[in-house]
């Protein structure tokens, strides 16, 4: 780091990591996530606001930012060392709301453009806006040190929180103000832990203690400290007086004074100081972004796991209406009367008979408009299969909503959409689907009877009635298992005649290729039924490899350090 | 009466909260699996609370001084029990244990035993040992350590008890009262108690007049943004004394009234209740009837109702032309296959039902399940579409519970309802009696003919044929026989075809109504009752609000 080629390895190396961290996103609402969203929002500051402007400009001044809960009397400390009413102080809680920054007149290059905290707008009048910084140039502060007012960390304000915390962030040094009522507090102390792992230099300040509280509180904040692993830090005591015009008595704060003076006037201890908090927060990147790389992969893993159980649920879907669909279970009830209606009694008998029979059913079917039991045999057959595709895309609906309503992250991405049904248009497409499968069949089987079709038994049976043929043979292509000795009969009927037409290879081969058809189409169906449920996680784009990379970014660190 | 007092007065509601609690009981068990688990346990450790209480000395008030470390809260302890129980200092945090102090013993050994502060932490107020304080007499003054100090057991202790007291106190200072911890940790949750809740900001001599006022307005100021509007801000100064009277006043007013206990616990379960609200649906009228038509019709589909009315027809047909038509014909009919018979339904049902049963109950049909399934969820949409989403899976599990089932019922009723064709119209035996008759008549014209031809040809006899009206007996018993056989055969035949419709009619209501019956027993009741639970569900919680 102290070589400019180094410095300029460790540069890079942060830059990169920043622009991995920054592009970051937990969309999926897992447990702790929170903490990861804002553990990439404090990375991306602290690198932004700190790291990255300090790393190119070591020689900037040191940066002293002034922080403590609510009531402390930080404004008030600021002002009393700046020798100047800089912040307003007050009763009321919190104070002070935007950022104060005092520095020397001939720094002022250093702050005003946005070297740091380049996300807060730059002002010279005083403000009660969070998202502004105001200016303050004070001709008797010194060279190399300026003095950021910060507002509180703990109160009921959450703005001030968020500010608190990014300034901390972006400081060579924390000037840590507690007061005798407060120095037990939890929060603040696990704001003084932050620096503790960030490697941030810290000094106490024991605020409004009564003198004859002195010796106790500051023998037990001593031992917090300790314990905490502070107790190098300075700890400088200012006595509870009445602040006049929102400063103290000059006396109270000189010691804190003279050892600010003591770190600008010094190069060297100044430089000191910047890089043990510099080299404290580059070393504590390496932690934090491990565990955001943690909450990626569990993004990651969260999106593949709901995935998971769309396709699970779909696949059991398909392979549902695959298995009902062949086994010639669906060659029962009203399909199996109708088919019945078209061998026994109807059209297929006659059709053996004589072609004249046909044609005379055709002619008092068409005058009496009674519909030919061939075509009551395919709308049975549709109107089955159509439920079949419905009853499991509804079901498969159902156990994903469900799934997905019972994961945290899941009922997020329902929401209030009602994705328990099938989609409405899917009954409609699937008869479409099956009218078009059932027109691929006939077509197949006018293709294959090329050449046979001046035969007397293909004229005998008529394409429509192969047709019919064939896709009866394909529904109950598993066998006859729950498909009932009539409809096993009919099938082996079906595909006696079909091979007397066909011939027994091509009947196989089409039976093969229009089974592949209807699964190819309820497949097809069902992936769109599927996509409802992908689309919003897609919507999302969770990237997958965000974890692998993020460890990659802090070796790169590692390595350039 | 003070102004402290005449707020709290002002404020004053009686409810019958024995009965809010059975109606929070209530409608707690009917939301069992039907509301956020943790909403119910909630408010079963709610409702278990105040049960506790209740049985407990109403004749006490629990009031809690709480707050943040340094606030103050042990001096005020002191100050008003008149003790030095509990321990102030300047190392933060000084409490680390609840204390008690209690005035009016009589009763409340178990009160202070339930709150769980040991003995040696509770000071005892046998009768008036200090002045002015015969108005306190059944209050129990609990001290409670800090909620925001490094020490985590001193947040859970205040958790603790913060479930369990009558009024609270908070405690506040200058320097924290708009901490973040207290408002939203703690005031927070207590909108709807305002009538119970204090803020107290102590230490109030560390500011000087002008700025205590601003300080008071601000401070009422968040509290009315943390929705206690109605809480009572007060200001005072343990160290100097200076308003203490007025706490002691409040004090002593809501130990007078014995009201505080009841208020709390009221407000508790109406959080509860507030908290449940959305777990029902107020609005929705949901309504299965609607959907009960649709359901039979789809049921029936599946169950090929429409397969088997046309069965029927097609089977009554046949056999009134069995019966009734020309005798020379009909045997031609019985060639073809009963309809009924191929869809395994025989005529005679009863007889046939238990070998049925026993032999063929169909295996599930895919097709058939599928458009039950597709027909129960539509009922389950149109019923409980609007109830918020845990009751609509509820009534769904409550349909689709018994899927399997509604199927094989369906078959059993389809396989036991009795068609109406096993009997036929004595008629119709009378009619196939003409029909022989007027066909024997024929034949036996024709056997007459033909013997008087053979028997003329042959010289045999010269017998002459009876006449009537100038016809030859035997040409009219011919020609009348076919005739009439003829005649009656349509004729039977269009008896027949009425007759078919009419019976598959029939046989078509008969049907339904078995189907109806195992759509209302499989689908409609379960429903209902998951309908009715919630509606019981919705009357107790509305209920329990005390309205």
New interface residues.
Partial sequence: MTTGAEAIDLLTALEGLGEQVRDLSFPLEVADVDAARRGSREITDQLDDYVLPRLRRMDAPVLAVVGGPTGAGKSTLVNSLVGQRVSAAGVLRPTTRSAILAYHPAEGAWFENRRVLASLGRTTVASSDPANLQLVPIPSMPAGLAVLDAPDVDSIVTANRELATQLLAAADMWLFVTTAARYADAVPWEFLRVAVTRGTAVAIVLNRIAPDAVEDVRAHLATMLTEQGLGRAPLFVVHETTPVDAMLASGAVEPIRQWLHGIADDAAVRTAVVRHTLLGAVRSLGPRVFLLAAASDTQAETAARLRREVGQAYDDALARVDDSSADGSLLRGEVLARWQAFVGTGELTRALESKVGRLRDRVTSSAHGKPQPGDELAEALETGLEALVRAAADQAADHVGAAWRDDPAGSVLVGDHDLRRSSPELPEATRQAIREWQDGVLDLVRRQGQGKQTTARYLAFGLNGLGLLLMIVVLAQTGSQGAGEVAGGGTALSQKILEAVLGDQVVRGMAASARADLHRRVAHLLDGERRRFLDRLADLAIREDAGPALRAAVQDLEDAR | MSRVDRRLNGRHRRVDLPMMLAALDESVEALDGRADPKLLARARSVAGRAGERLHLSGEHTVVALAG????GKSSLFNALSGSELSPV?????TTSKAYACVWGVEGATRLVQWLGVPRRQTAWQHGAVVEDQSDLDGLVLLDLPDH????MDH?LEVDRLVELVDLFIWVV?????????L??RYLRRLTGHAAVTVVLLNQIDT?NPL??A??VD?LRR?VALDGLRRAHVLTCSARTGAGLDDVHTLVASAVTRRQASNDRLVADVESVIYTLAPSVSLEAKPDVSAGRAELVEALS??A?V??IA??VERAWRRRADGTLGWPVTRWIRTW??DPLR??QLPGDARREMRSMLRSSI??????????V??AV?RLC?GAAGELP?RW??AV?RSAGANGNEVRDALDAAVVVTDLGVDRTPLWWRVGSSVQWLVTAAAVLGGAWLLLFAVGSDLGLADISMPSWHGVALPTAMLVGGVLLGALLAVLGRWVGRAGAVARRTRAESRLRAGIESVADRLVIAPVEAELERHERARVALSRATGE
């Avoid at chain 2, 925001?148 to 020490?151: A, G, Q, W």
């Avoid at chain 2, 200072?173 to 911890?181: L, R, S």
């Fill in positions: 943040s470390t340094g606030s200092g300047v190392r933060r945090p925001d100090s490094t020490v947040r200072d200058p320097q924290k009262y708009a901490d973040k911890v408002h939203e500011l700025a205590a601003e300080c601000d968040l589909a599946a090929g429409p397969v046309g069965a073809r296959p191929r869809l169909p295996e599930p049909a895919p097709v058939q399940q599928a458009q399934e597709t969820r949409d989403p609509q899976q769904r």
